[in-house]
């Protein structure tokens, strides 16, 4: 069995050791001609020599658009937000029940791609508790999510990188996890390896219902995402639902600054629903494993 390693600089010592060196970033491609980039310490090069430096945060930028609609992504406030909720462990139920159902789909030396990571709890959560010899990349179009990442887990492989235009060869990702983000299936389909699985979570219909009763009153509906994920073909389908309790405005405030109402809704219906200041809220996720 090989043993894989994974290095942010210097390959000599583990190569003379025998092992088998899995650098950082060279599972990325290069965006501008597609081929497979070599970490050379503090920057990656393709075959044809274009050359991406690595942030001193410990990310890669491939994402070369220069459209500042393909730069966008979640902004700094958002992911912030989205960073003091997670790490408050309310949705960590759904963190470990992805480590199960990767565990179950996916081994030993196998790729896993967290499709619009975010600051990356999911991946980093699934790194720390799953296989160590999986190589863990992950990518999202926004810099200050990746720049997060990067900084806070080493072992994951963090790149800026738009799901529409992946960085990343045919066939080459062995588990695709997406998590409540945009997606291509055109994208995910070329990605995918052959045998590889797609898991991805969603919300139910009654997802933060007493949130969403909160901002919207007798306003409020039930349907407002539609799944389909065709021509994946889905092998296992659960949904993960129990109760999580905010205790303060500012948690209130954290959560709905991590949803799209945030886009969507009047300032001051948000801030009504904030000052309520204390909630039982419902989580409900739809999670769907999938294979070609
Ligand atoms: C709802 S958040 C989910 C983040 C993460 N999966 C989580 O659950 O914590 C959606 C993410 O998709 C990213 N995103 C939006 N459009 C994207 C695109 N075209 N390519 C890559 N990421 C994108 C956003 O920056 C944001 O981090
Ligand atoms: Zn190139």
């Not at 963190?95 to 975010?118: H, M, P, R």
């Not at 508790?129 to 990349?137: A, D, F, G, Q, V």
């Not at 948000?270 to 996720?285: I, N, P, S, T, Y």
């Amino acid at each position: 069995m090989s043993i894989f390693v994974k290095l942010s600089g210097k390959i000599d010592n583990a190569k003379a050791s025998g092992y088998n060196v899995v650098m950082k970033f060279e599972k990325y491609c290069c965006p501008i001609c597609s081929s497979k980039l070599a970490n050379r310490g503090k920057s990656c090069f393709c075959e044809r020599n274009h050359c991406f430096d690595i942030a001193k945060e410990n990310y890669l930028n491939l994402n070369i658009s220069q459209k500042s609609s393909d730069k966008a992504g979640d902004n700094k406030e958002m992911i912030l937000a989205r960073k003091e909720f997670l790490q408050s462990g309310k949705y960590q139920p759904l963190a470990d029940k992805l480590v199960e159902l990767v565990d179950k789909y996916s081994g030993v030396g196998s790729v896993l791609l967290d499709l619009g990571c975010g600051w990356g709890y999911y991946v980093n959560h699934i790194q720390s508790k799953s296989e160590k010899s999986r190589t863990y990349l992950a990518t999202d179009l926004s810099k200050d999510a990746i720049k997060i990442g990067g900084k806070l887990n080493t072992y994951v492989d963090f790149c800026i990188a738009n799901s529409y235009h992946l960085p990343l060869a045919d066939k080459s990702v062995d588990m695709l996890l997406c998590v409540f983000s945009p997606y291509a299936i055109d994208e995910i389909m070329r990605v995918l390896s052959d045998d590889g699985k797609a898991i991805f979570v969603y919300p139910n219909d009654y997802h933060l219902w007493e949130l969403k009763q909160n901002i919207y009153g007798d306003n409020v509906h039930t349907k407002d995402f539609e799944v389909d994920f065709a021509p994946l073909k889905e092998i296992e389908k659960t949904s993960l639902a129990y109760s999580f309790e905010l205790t303060s405005s500012a948690q209130i405030h954290n959560l709905i600054t991590m949803t799209p109402y945030v886009y969507t809704t009047p300032k001051y219906m948000l801030e009504r629903a904030e000052d309520v200041g204390k909630m039982q809220v419902r989580a409900d996720f739809g999670i769907s494993v999938l294979e070609k």
